[in-house]
């Protein structure tokens, strides 16, 4: 499931956790200037694109090779390449004009799904340099997109566009996987595949296209290669806390996004049903979000997070029962309604760590880049654990457990994160008593 909702957190989390006080998808009264508004439809059809056949790719090459092992060193290829690129292109992003990284990073997830077409039913012969393609694609892309966001936007039209994101992000999300598992069903199969794999093309092209009017934007500054690392080593940086929490959420992500949508589908043989599937827990999400976000200014974070990351385990328990349709339906819609208490606490402060000083807003790519290394380590330790377990014994039980072995991670992400929740939350009362 988590990887139907990549694009709905990431979104949605922007218009609760950044776009304003109040909380809830944000549609704020300033206006949004004509580049914020290309830049959003630029995203829009991104997502849609991304949606449409994102969801389904783990399948294609599953029914190709019957690998859970294929589908792990593809998902491993592209996470090392997606995190290189971050660190590699960092410096072409701060220094250079960054909208070549945002435009060759969607050109290239067209040349991704092109490549998947032409080799068709032979595509999981080519998984690793696959996953190195599309990591690749991906790095460049949402290297370049971070950056350009916070300029094309202003403080007081941030909300606006955030609430946009949200909403345009959270539909595709929730329409895009359903509508291409009712096709590629009702299609029989390939013929459906290779449709959507072709209707994703169309839109990275259109996505392309748009972006030559985007305004060239040159980059400022030196590009600092191992300033992350520094932060890293230096005595007394809120980093050495906030790294190993970072890693902690990338460890569940990286099995979770892989996982879940395959598990669904092995368990009912149905693209339809994976497809309702994802719109079911897409929605839930999309109000569980909507809902947390209004609430969050009026919880005390630190024990909402810890709630969060206990029921985020706790969800996984029922399956230990019975792998079916219904228990993982079940387990999605809990994972909905609970993943809002810890992303959003956890997501805020780490950008809020980005922008306290003007050293790290002078820094801020590298800073990016050392949120995605920690993201990117997670990742590659959660994905190493299911290549050393799925290939022994790949039974319901055996994915159970590695479910909730990895779903558990994340409560060493919220003990390395409370001294910044509780020093939140006292600045917040502070500037309470004094509006008081």
Not at 277 to 282: A, D
Request: positive net charge; hydrophobic residues 50%.
């Amino acid at each position: 499931m988590d990887a139907f909702l990549q694009g709905i957190l990431q979104n949605v989390f922007l218009s609760t956790a950044v776009g304003g006080a109040s909380g809830g998808i944000v549609l704020a009264k300033a206006k949004l200037e004509k580049q914020a508004v290309l830049l959003l439809v630029v995203q829009a059809l991104y997502g849609v694109a991304s949606a449409l056949s994102g969801t389904f790719l783990p399948i294609y090459l599953w029914k190709a090779s019957g690998s859970y092992t294929l589908i792990g060193w593809f998902t491993f290829a592209q996470c090392v390449t997606g995190g290189l690129t971050f660190w590699i292109a960092g410096k072409w992003v701060k220094e250079h004009n960054k909208m070549h990284s945002l435009r060759l990073g969607i050109a290239l997830s067209g040349v991704f799904y092109s490549t998947v077409l032409l080799l068709g039913g032979k595509a999981d012969q080519f998984s690793v340099p696959l996953g190195v393609l599309n990591g690749l694609a991906i790095g460049l892309f949402w290297l370049a997109f971070n950056v350009v966001y916070f300029e094309v936007t202003e403080p007081d039209t941030r909300d606006r566009y955030n609430g946009w994101a949200g909403l345009l992000g959270s539909a595709s999300g929730i329409l895009a996987p359903w509508i291409s598992g009712l096709l590629i069903t009702s299609m029989k199969g390939e013929k459906g595949y290779r449709f959507i794999f072709t209707l994703s093309l169309v839109i990275f092209t259109i996505s392309v296209i748009l972006s030559f009017w985007l305004k060239k934007r040159h980059g400022e500054g030196k590009y600092s290669w191992f300033f992350g690392v520094r932060q890293l080593m230096e005595k007394g940086s809120s980093w050495r806390r906030v790294f190993p929490a970072i890693a902690a959420q990338g460890i569940r992500e990286g099995v979770f996004m892989l996982l879940v949508g395959l598990t669904v589908y092995v368990a009912t043989r149905s693209e339809s049903k994976l497809g309702t599937y994802s719109l079911i827990v897409s929605l839930v999400s999309l109000i569980s979000f909507w809902l947390i976000g209004r609430l969050m200014g009026r919880m005390k974070r630190e024990w909402a997070m810890l709630v969060g990351v206990v029921m985020l385990g706790a969800v996984i328990l029922p399956l230990f029962w019975q792998v079916s349709y219904i228990s993982l339906l079940m387990f999605g819609i809990g994972t909905s309604l609970f993943m809002p208490l810890y992303i959003i606490p956890m997501t805020s402060r780490v950008f809020d760590l980005i922008g306290q000083s003007e050293k790290n807003a002078v820094h801020r790519e590298e800073l990016i880049v050392l949120r995605e290394a920690g993201l990117t380590i997670g990742r590659l330790v959660g994905l190493s654990v299911y290549l050393i377990v799925l290939p022994i014994n790949d039974s319901p039980r055996a994915v159970t457990w590695l479910l909730l072995a990895v779903g558990v991670v994340p409560i060493a992400g919220w003990w390395f994160m409370k001294p910044f929740l509780r020093k939140q939350a006292l600045a917040n009362a502070g500037r309470h008593s004094s509006n008081n």
